[in-house]
T-cell receptor, first 114, second 117 residues
Framework: DAGITQSPRHKVTETGTPVTLRCHQTENHRYMYWYRQDPGHGLRLIHY???????DKGEVSDGYSVSRSKTEDFLLTLESATSSQTSVYFC?????????????FGSGTQLSVL | AQSVTQLGSHVSVSEGALVLLRCNYSSSVPPYLFWYVQYPNQGLQLLLKYTSAATLVKGINGFEAEFKKSETSFHLTKPSAHMSDAAEYFC???????????????FGKGTKLSVIP
């Protein structure tokens, strides 16, 4: 299994508070991704990174920001959490970002915004 | 952007029966197609991927998928279902994002497979 650790695994927070989720990898892969998973929607890409300090928006980036100051860490921040951001968040990594390359996924973070 | 559609959000089969999970794609160019599986409380794992080398792709745990260009389909099958196959299955297609010149996966909405003893 690829070395991907997401923290925390579970979090409950209140509307309007900032939240940061962390993804840590030990594979030295260049590409890192944040997805959210919601029933009936599958997985949707929030943001991704193609190198240290290099990030770009995905399909559902509104209300989220990311940072990558080191190869191994990719942070997802909800500046002011809303109930619509209650979801399961998955981090994924890939080595080269090429079309036929598989993604390795972390175990997910269950976030509840009350 | 390319997309995939999974037909049926829930599929139930009896143990030992054929498993058929449907996926159709939309693409104007040869697509990069994948099937991922998610077991309860876990992340996704790759089952198989289409690489254009062969239209019938074999994956892990006895699953296979056939790429049919004329039908724009990439259905997942397994001849005989096991209880351990109960999971959610996602079809995905690779999309090229212009911002960084990198490729991203777009997932279908998933099909939850139940296996009845």
């Amino acid at each position: 299994d690829a070395g991907i650790t997401q923290s925390p695994r579970h979090k409950v927070t209140e509307t309007g508070t900032p939240v940061t989720l962390r993804c840590h990898q030990t594979e030295n892969h260049r590409y890192m991704y944040w997805y959210r998973q919601d029933p009936g929607h599958g997985l949707r890409l929030i943001h991704y990174s193609y190198g240290v300090k290099d990030t770009d928006k995905g399909e559902v980036s509104d209300g989220y920001s990311v940072s990558r100051s080191k190869t191994e860490d990719f942070l997802l921040t909800l500046e002011s959490a809303t109930s619509s951001q209650t979801s399961v968040y998955f981090c994924a990594i890939s080595e080269t970002g090429t079309p036929n390359e598989k993604l390795f996924f972390g175990s997910g973070t269950q976030l509840s915004v009350l | 952007a390319q997309s995939v559609t999974q037909l049926g959000s829930h599929v139930s089969v009896s143990e030992g029966a054929l498993v058929l999970l449907r996926c159709n794609y939309s693409s104007s160019v040869p697509p990069y197609l994948f099937w991922y599986v998610q077991y309860p409380n876990q992340g996704l794992q790759l089952l198989l991927k289409y690489t254009s080398a062969a239209t019938l792709v074999k994956g892990i745990n006895g699953f296979e998928a056939e790429f049919k260009k004329s039908e724009t389909s990439f259905h997942l099958t397994k001849p005989s279902a096991h209880m351990s196959d109960a999971a959610e299955y996602f079809c995905a297609v690779g999309n090229l994002y212009s911002g960084a010149g990198s490729y991203q996966l777009t997932f279908g909405k998933g099909t939850k497979l139940s296996v009845i003893p």
